[in-house]
């Protein structure tokens, strides 16, 4: 298709989905500087999301330049999502020639950062010790700051640049390194987990620089390479710079999460937590011949069956003694909030792919998924598992299940009840096998308070972009940043997503729709102006 076409279809959906409902518009024109912000990232939406990025790489690598990247002289670089999305910054797989795309990753944005008249500073993360003794280096995570007037807020935006593994013969239908846009969708990895939202904020940024603006706000930014491999060395580094980088530091944004629905803009304010266990079960370390020792034995895999059994029950109740104890009772603000929320359960259920969920109330199913725990069963490690009828007693199993707490609940805590049943449970057995449970990962809930003053900026901006007010809404699964911010820094903490809740993070459909982030720039800059006007 021609790309010129390409657009006009891309405006045209944009236009009969606005006149369908299915997005919002301002509920009144925007004036003065905020027209002229607007105006100007509609008319370059194309170079955000597609041109050629006016960087050119400097082999000679003189003072100053990056990873031998220079900017143009002449021109305002403008990096693009197609741009970003072409690198293939994979954290998960231990490859050195991964590694070496994250390291041109984030020397890319770093570089960005700088054209931009901010102060950089990409600091050396070390080595990553993998498990079988090879030893990577880790992206250098960037700080940056734009500003230091003491009488404007200063607003530190969390972004990380690091994707999920993705191949064409994954199931993608088109080159998940090459940003394709269809229908108005923009695909490729990394579109919205996360550097789409990253270069939004950017955008933003950069409008004002290109229409000689002042910043409304001071601005900072914490960027790493490494969040979708547990961000590795981001927390100690936090708490490192607490009393230096982040001493002036008001406000904390995130931008790494979903909208509940398709349509409606949202502000989230809690995460769950994740406490992640396996329960060993071992006879022996070789596996037993079911014809010559079944009926004799107290077999581990019954054994494992069992404990598994007794964690939850059909509706979803989690059958541990005092785990519901530390959860914080409904308040009806809170009930409020959730009736409120636009959640149509008919579609929600559709795309799901599900014949029913456990609930029938769009009220209790967003409970259950955000400010109640839940018990997930993951999987079996030493069962049989393939094709075929293999007559086989495995001598050893483990189990591997998690629990998502909800805040209040402590990990320690949910650790000493977790064992204590599970203990419980295999004495009743009367089994000699032997049977060992461990906590491999603990990672605590987070919850912002909704009446702070960068809630209530955002939802001014959203409503100035939109025309409508935002889902309030809680994010079910865990992001372990915040609470680090929240507790390290001790500031405030908001997450503002961009993305729409078919964006498909981490699928072989990622996309964003170029309409969230052309919107989202707006509503970042939207944002700054509220800040603002609020501190």
């Known amino acids: 298709m021609d790309p010129k076409l390409g657009r006009m279809a891309s405006s045209l959906l944009a236009s009969l989905l606005l006149l369908e409902g299915g997005m919002f518009s301002p509920s009144s024109p925007p004036a003065g500087l905020l027209e002229k912000v607007f105006q100007y990232i509609d008319l370059h939406q194309d170079e955000f999301v597609q041109t050629c990025l006016p960087l050119v790489l400097d082999h000679s ?31 998960v797989q231990p490859l050195p020639h991964l590694r070496q795309e994250l390291f041109r990753m984030m ?40 500003g230091n007037d003491p009488k404007k807020p200063t607003v530190c935006f969390y972004g990380h640049l690091d994707v999920q593994p993705a191949r064409r013969e994954d199931g993608w239908l088109t080159d998940p390194y090459t940003l394709t846009e269809v229908d108005g969708k923009l695909y490729g990895r990394g579109a919205t987990d996360n550097k789409g939202p990253v270069l939004a904020w ?125 959860v914080a009772p409904l308040t009806e603000e809170e009930r409020k909030l959730y009736k ?11 795309s799901s792919r599900v014949e029913r969920f456990l609930f029938d109330t769009k009220e209790e199913i967003l409970m259950h998924l955000w400010r109640y725990p839940s018990l997930s069963i993951h999987g079996i490690e030493g069962a049989f598992d393939e094709p075929g009828a293999k007559t086989v007693i495995p001598g050893q199993v483990i189990g591997k299940f998690s629990i998502r707490l909800v805040p209040h609940m402590n990990t320690s805590v949910v650790e000493k009840q977790v064992k204590q049943h599970l203990e419980h449970v295999f004495s009743k057995r009367n089994s000699s096998n032997q049977m060992a449970v461990s906590m491999m990962l603990g990672l605590q809930p987070w919850i912002a308070n909704i009446k702070d003053n960068q809630y209530l900026a955002a939802k001014r901006a959203i409503k100035t972009v939109f025309g409508t007010e935002p889902d309030m809404i809680r994010d079910g699964s865990t992001i372990p940043i915040a609470k680090i911010f929240q507790d390290s820094i001790q500031k405030s903490v908001m997450m503002l997503p961009l993305g729409a809740v078919d ?4 699928s072989q459909k990622e996309k964003i729709n170029r309409w969230n982030y052309i919107e989202g720039s707006k509503l970042f800059a939207a944002f700054f102006l509220e800040m603002a006007k609020l501190h």
């Open 202 to 326: 950017i955008n933003a940024v950069s409008t004002f620089r290109a229409l000689e603006e002042d910043l409304p706000v001071n601005i900072k930014f914490i960027i790493e390479g490494m969040e979708e491999a547990g961000s590795v060395a981001l927390e100690e580094l936090v708490r490192k710079e607490k009393d230096r980088f982040f001493s002036s530091v008001d406000y904390i944004v995130i931008s790494d999460n979903l909208w509940l629905t398709q349509r409606k803009p949202a502000l989230t304010y809690g995460t769950r937590g994740n406490s992640y266990f396996r329960v060993e079960v071992k006879c022996r370390d070789q596996d037993f011949h079911s014809g010559t020792f079944g009926g004799i034995l107290h077999e581990p895999m019954a054994d494992l069956v069992a404990l598994l059994g007794s964690l939850v029950d059909s509706s979803g109740h989690i059958l541990i003694p005092g785990i519901y104890d530390q």
């Open 107 to 146: 020397a890319l944005a770093a570089e960005q950062l700088r054209c931009l008249g901010a102060s950089v500073d990409s600091v050396d993360s070390g080595f990553q010790q993998l498990p079988d003794g090879q030893t990577l280096p880790i992206p250098p995570i960037i700080l940056a700051e734009l």
């Open 340 to 350: 409120a929320i636009d959640l149509d359960l008919e579609e929600y259920r559709n």
């Open 503 to 506: 964006d498909g993070e981490h």
């Open 61 to 91: 690598s003189p003072p100053g330049s990056y990873f031998g990247i220079t900017c143009l002289p002449t021109q305002p670089p403008a990096q693009t999502l197609k741009e970003w999305v072409a690198v293939e910054s994979d954290s």
